[in-house]
Every structure is written in structure tokens, then in C-alpha cells.
């Protein structure tokens, strides 16, 4: 190794040292070696056996065996065959659609309203936004459960008091829609913070000046957010609407909670409850283990376009 | 030199703390490991406590660990302890979740020690039968409940009713004249039951000749759809739509628990059926409640009362059964069964009975199908979305051979 160090280093500068290169080379991959090495003990190892699963009948006697048994894609055409599969899957795809749009347009309105007012204003819009963002799923359901209890509900009781109805006693889960428009109000509710205070960081980039011209130009409200405001945040606004799909179609706390065991039905499952209905409920983890990996492709086809156009943008910037 | 009697002392340290430690491992305490529902913790803490104790001095050097479970998570903890090699040694299971778990071979067998629990040859059947799988027995009885209705004295005898009902057409009667009289409290209703209660709604369907399934031919074929079942069924309709808020048609008996409605002030309900502990929770009512047998709609008779309960469980794999079974064989015996039926629970055997309300109605009880997947047709909810479906209008025979269809789909499965 000396010696081809002094052989290379008495020729002119044509080739750089070729171990060290190497060595240089090597320094990012070693340095992210360790989070590679955690990430895939946590989340490779798991879904290696996700994956094994799925091929196995794997119920409850195999639990207690500790032995799953071979049965190829068994699992998968079963899944795949059943309506009840399809059927959910529809339901969710509307549920995420509903619930994402809900959440992005209400969270952009509510930034540019946060944009509108006095200071003081916007603090108690953020603390409140902040308050909303950090309580726990497991608490809001509980607090949606009381507000809307039938007998004793509060929610009942002002709505009666304002004369929008008689809503005295009324039933808010007596069928399916029902029971999924409470999930989508605590859903969205609960999503609106994150999207609100983000948009309202990416609206600090849009040029004043920008939008000041073309007001005093006799642009309307709604073109000035389409043509200077909306090109601007887009980037923002893909990052949000991917991450609302994925957490949205996946969702399953608020669900699960809200509606309550004894009332889960084929006719209100969302994918996730259906999932765990099955794997853990029925004890065939074989089949929850094939759902999930489906569930998973169809996410992965729900967020294609949203992660595709915003890699667009991202090489346009570079 | 000096370096030697570093060395030295480390060595001595060191066998030291080897010794001391086989030392502490040879008195080490042996803990057992008990899965019990919150219901003993908040109905009967003492019967724990005394067994507990009792264990304690016939096994010295042994622990036990109680942990509580609620009803709707300690199933998914079971399978996570199973999957984990870390069962408890002791489980408190209900006698509808059992049969699966036996069929999955979850339990000791416990046949050849039967003689050893107090009372085990007047065990009540129903009890007994669920912890049976094969002709083996693989849990014990530990208590059973019955259902029954609890009302308000107070205003039956405003309304002139002075005897509880001997049928169910004098019941509706009666229930009547009550609602009538109550004036000033809205929301009021004479008789507080949720819709989906399938506990206390399949009692009409039994009452009236039916059942929920058979096993014939190889083969459990359901049987909610047949002439009886339906004229159950309709009865049940009938008396829901009329004596019970037709807000609650799809809300379950937990929510709210009916003697919230009953106790909470103003009292939002004349009656309510459940189980016979609902006594405790009557509120500002303590003194004006009374209990009466359901009457069927044959005058003279009671209707036949759905028996829950629980049963006791050793998982085959744990590894300290001997104990387990002595901790369970003081749980049950006959001084904590007493205790537990003065709290308003039946015992797991029928010499224990002393002829109250409750175990009256223990001797005439149902019981679900003893099939293997018995449990996720509860799980899938399948009668309850038949009787929501019946109070909110669908025809009586159509919901019914809907929930006929599921049954015999899962109760069929391999």
C-alpha cells in the first residue's frame, strides 16, 4: 500500500487517490448505517413476517401451535373474492376523498383567514389550533361520545334550545351514513390544526406586491387566490393532501371508538376496522396479514399522482 | 503486590455476589398470575382478597398477582399472551367465549380433578356445559346472572298496580296505566330497554318456543327465521315499539346503561331489565325499588332468562397448574359463592341456591349454541343488526333469515 502511495503520488494529478476516494465514498453510508440497521429491526423484520404471514393459515389453533400452515395465496383469493372486501374498500375510498377534501379546504380557508386578522386574533386561533392538534384521539372520541349521547348529549340540548329542530333525544349513529359522518366530523376536526398552521406558513411566500397588483387591477378574491396564492403553496398543498390520504384511508382510532364494537357492521367498516375485525376479532391473522398488504397497494395507487406531481415539482426546482 | 490485592478483593467480591444471589434464588417467591374481570374488583374485592389469602397460607413462598381485564380488550391480551409464551395461569373467561378456545386446545384439562372444587356435583349445568368441550372439562364454574326486571314501586302504585304482572299482556297493561300517570319529566317511558339488548330481547323468542340455532346432520342451521323464533320476534317488536323510547331501537346496553336512566334524577324510567345487580345503581330511587321475574306471555309463567356467567380457565401452557388449580379451588368454595350471590350474582352450583329472584330465574335459563364459532357471531353483532333492523321497520322474517344466512356462514366455518 506504501508503495503505490508514492507511486501514484510522483505522477501528475490525473487520478485521485483511489483508496481514499473510496474511503470518502463510503462515509455517508456508514453514517446512516446505524438508522438503517434500527429502521429495518423495527419496521423491515415486522413486515418480513407480515409477508410470511399472509401466506399461512394462521387462526387461532396455530396461535396456540406457534406453527402457521403453508396454504400459497389462499389468503389473497379469499380477501379478493369477498364482497364485503370490495365493498369496504369503496366505502373507504369515499370516507378518504370526504374527509381529505373536507380537511384541506377547510384548513387553506382557515389560514387565510389567519392571515386576515389582528394579532391577537391569530394567537387565540393558533392556541386554540394547537389545543385541538394535541389532544389525544382516545380522549376526543370520548368527548364526541358524551356531546352526543342520546339521552343527556349537549349537543341535542343546543341544538333544541336554538330552534334549529326538535332534536330531543335524537339518535346521531342510527345508520351507517350516520355513524361515518360523526367519524368524518371528529376526523376532520381533528386534522384541520396541522393543515391550517402549515398553510398559513407556506402563505407567508406569496409576494404582496403580487397580489396587491392585481387587486388594484379589479381581480376578484377567488382569482387572486386561484392565479398568484394558489400556485405558490401547491407544493404545500400536494405534501398535505398525500399525507391526509394516507393517514385518512388508515384511519382507524376514531373509527373503531366511535362507532363502538357493538355496533360494527360490514355496512359501516372502513378498511382498517375491517382488518382488525378480522385478525383480531376472528383470529385469522393470515387474513388480517393479506388485507393489510392490499391495503397498502391501494394506498400506494391512491397517493401516486399526489407523490408523482410533487417529485415533478421538486426536479423543476432543482 | 498491590495489583494482587485488587485482584483479590474483586474475586472476593465477586463469589460474594454469586453466593448471595443463588442464596436469594433459593428463597425466591413464586408469583401466580390471575386474569379476572373489573367486575370482581368493583363487586366483590373481599372474595378475592379471601382467596388470595387462604392460597397464600396452604402454598407458602407463592405471590398472587391479580390483574383486571375489561370485557372488550382481555380476548385480544389473551391471544397477545398466547403468541407470547406469557399466559396467565389463571383466567376468568365468559361462558360464550369458552368453546372456541377449548376447540383450539387454549386449556388444561381439568377432568380428573374435578373432585377437588367445592360443590362441583351440583355445578349448574349451563355453567358446566360451557366449560365442557368433548367430554372434557377444561374450566370451572365461578358465577352465573340472570335476568330480571327492576322497577319502581313508587310509581306502580300510583298507577293502581299493586302486584307485579303474572303475563305479559298484564305487564303491557300495567305499563300503560304507569306512562299515563307520569306527567313533568321529559322523555319519560314506563319501561327502559335498548333495542339491540339481544340478552334480554331472545328471551321472547325462547318464551314462545323458538331458538337461535341447531345442530343437525353435521351441520348448525339457524333457526331465528323459524315460525316460533318469528313470533317471538314479533312479540318483542310489539312491546319495544310500545313501552320502550324508540330513540334507543339501536343503542346497545351499555350504552347507556339502562339504570342510568332508571337511577339518575329525574328517574327517565318506571322499569328496566337487566341483570339482578342493577339494585346497586338505583340513585335517589334506593327505596321505592323492587324486582319481579320477566312473565311470559303464557299467564303464571316467567320467561326463560338468559344465564351468563364466567368460567375459570388454566391455559395449557402455563406452567404452574397444580397451583392454579388450588388458587381457583379456594376462589370458589362455598363461603366466596355465598358471598358473591348476596351481591346479587347466582352461584356456580344449585345446593347453593336460597330461592331469590335471581336464582329463580337461573333455573329456567337459555343459553347460546355450544359452537366452536359461537363467538364471532356475537363479534360480527349479527343479532344485533337483526333487531335494530326489526325495530327500525324491516319486516320481522326478512331480518331474521338475514341473520340465519350469517349464522350458518360462520357458525359453519372449518
Known amino acids: ?318 | 503486590m498491590r495489583y494482587r490485592v485488587i485482584a483479590a478483593a474483586i474475586a472476593a467480591l465477586a463469589l460474594g455476589v454469586v453466593v448471595a444471589t443463588t442464596a436469594s434464588a433459593s428463597t425466591k417467591s413464586h408469583t401466580l398470575v390471575v386474569w379476572l374481570q373489573v367486575d370482581a374488583k368493583t363487586g366483590w374485592p373481599k372474595v378475592v382478597a379471601n382467596a388470595t389469602a387462604a392460597f397464600k397460607k396452604a402454598n407458602p413462598g407463592w405471590n398472587v398477582n391479580v390483574q383486571y381485564q375489561t370485557w372488550g380488550t382481555h380476548l385480544q391480551n389473551f391471544d397477545a399472551a398466547i403468541a407470547g409464551n406469557n399466559v396467565p395461569d389463571v383466567i376468568e373467561m365468559g361462558n360464550t367465549e369458552m368453546t372456541k378456545y377449548m376447540a383450539a386446545g387454549a386449556f388444561a384439562n381439568l377432568t380428573s380433578y374435578k373432585g377437588k372444587f367445592a360443590n362441583s356435583s351440583h355445578w349448574l349445568t349451563g355453567l358446566t356445559n360451557s366449560s365442557t368441550y368433548n367430554g372434557k372439562l377444561e374450566g370451572v364454574p365461578y358465577y352465573a346472572g340472570s335476568r330480571l326486571v327492576t322497577y319502581r314501586t313508587d310509581l306502580f302504585s300510583q298507577a293502581g298496580v299493586t302486584k307485579p304482572p303474572t303475563s305479559l299482556a298484564a305487564l303491557e297493561t300495567d305499563l300503560g296505566k304507569v306512562g299515563s300517570k307520569v306527567t313533568g319529566v321529559p322523555g319519560f317511558t314506563p319501561f327502559y330497554m335498548a333495542g339491540t339488548d339481544w340478552y334480554s330481547a331472545l328471551s321472547f323468542v325462547f318464551d314462545y318456543g323458538g331458538s337461535i340455532a341447531t345442530f343437525s346432520k353435521g351441520k348448525w342451521v339457524g333457526q331465528l327465521a323459524s315460525t316460533k323464533s318469528v313470533a317471538g320476534l314479533t312479540a318483542y317488536k310489539q312491546f319495544f315499539l310500545g313501552y320502550s323510547p324508540h330513540s334507543a331501537a339501536t343503542l346497545d346496553e351499555a350504552n347507556p346503561a339502562p339504570y342510568t336512566v332508571y337511577g339518575a334524577n329525574p328517574g327517565r324510567a318506571a322499569a328496566i331489565f337487566g341483570p339482578g345487580w342493577y339494585s346497586c345503581c338505583t340513585g335517589n330511587y334506593k327505596n321505592v325499588t323492587g324486582q319481579f321475574l320477566m312473565p311470559s306471555h303464557v299467564p303464571g309463567q316467567h320467561m326463560t332468562s338468559w344465564l351468563g356467567g364466567s368460567d375459570l380457565g388454566v391455559p395449557k401452557q402455563g406452567h404452574q397448574q397444580a397451583q392454579a388449580r388450588s388458587w381457583i379451588s379456594f376462589f370458589t368454595n362455598s363461603a366466596n359463592e355465598k358471598a358473591l350471590q348476596k351481591v346479587g350474582n347466582v352461584p356456580n352450583a344449585t345446593n347453593l341456591f336460597d330461592n331469590s329472584l335471581n336464582d329463580q330465574a337461573a333455573k329456567k335459563s337459555w343459553f347460546v349454541p355450544t359452537a366452536k364459532h359461537w363467538v364471532d357471531v356475537e363479534s360480527g353483532n349479527v343479532i344485533r343488526h337483526m333487531l335494530a333492523n326489526i325495530l327500525t321497520g324491516t319486516p320481522v322474517k326478512q331480518a331474521a333469515q338475514q341473520a340465519d344466512a350469517s349464522m350458518n356462514n360462520l357458525l359453519n366455518q372449518p
Do not use: C
Open chain 1, 1 to 318: 500500500m506504501g508503495a503505490a502511495a508514492e507511486a501514484v503520488s510522483t505522477r501528475p494529478r490525473r487520478r485521485p487517490l483511489t483508496w481514499r476516494r473510496t474511503r470518502r465514498g463510503a462515509v455517508p453510508y456508514l453514517l446512516i448505517l446505524p438508522v438503517i440497521a434500527v429502521l429495518a429491526a423495527i419496521l423491515g423484520y415486522p413486515l418480513y413476517q407480515l409477508v410470511q404471514l399472509a401466506f399461512q393459515r394462521y387462526q387461532l389453533p396455530e396461535l396456540i401451535a406457534h406453527k402457521g400452515i403453508y396454504v400459497g395465496l389462499a389468503n389473497f383469493s379469499s380477501v379478493l373474492h369477498d364482497g364485503v372486501f370490495w365493498h369496504t374498500l369503496g366505502r373507504t375510498v369515499a370516507f378518504t376523498t370526504v374527509n381529505v377534501g373536507l380537511t384541506i379546504v377547510l384548513g387553506t380557508l382557515m389560514a387565510l383567514l389567519l392571515v386576515r386578522v389582528s394579532t391577537w386574533v391569530r394567537i387565540l386561533i393558533t392556541v386554540g389550533l394547537v389545543l385541538v392538534w394535541s389532544m389525544p384521539p382516545v380522549v376526543s372520541v370520548q368527548v364526541w361520545i358524551w356531546m352526543t349521547d342520546v339521552q343527556n348529549g349537549v349537543l341535542n340540548y343546543v341544538l333544541t334550545e336554538l330552534h334549529f329542530g326538535n332534536y330531543f333525544q335524537h339518535n346521531w349513529f342510527a345508520s351507517p351514513f350516520s355513524e361515518l359522518a360523526m367519524v368524518t366530523s371528529l376526523v376532520v376536526w381533528g386534522g384541520l390544526p396541522f393543515v391550517a398552521i402549515t398553510v398559513y406558513a407556506a402563505l407567508s411566500q406569496v409576494p404582496h406586491e403580487l397580489m396587491e397588483a392585481a387587486r388594484i387591477d379589479g381581480a376578484r378574491a377567488w382569482q387572486i387566490f386561484k392565479d398568484v396564492t394558489l400556485p405558490v403553496i401547491q407544493p404545500v398543498l400536494l405534501i398535505l393532501t398525500s399525507l391526509s390520504i394516507l393517514w385518512d384511508f388508515g384511519v382507524f382510532t376514531q373509527a373503531y371508538l366511535l362507532i363502538g364494537q357493538a355496533h360494527i357492521l360490514p355496512s359501516n367498516y372502513l378498511m382498517s376496522v375491517y382488518l382488525w375485525e378480522e385478525a383480531y376479532y376472528k383470529n385469522d391473522y393470515g387474513l388480517g396479514a393479506a388485507i393489510s398488504i392490499l391495503m397498502l397497494a391501494a394506498v400506494a395507487i391512491l397517493s401516486f399522482v399526489y407523490v408523482r406531481r410533487m417529485l415533478k415539482i421538486g426536479e423543476v426546482d432543482r
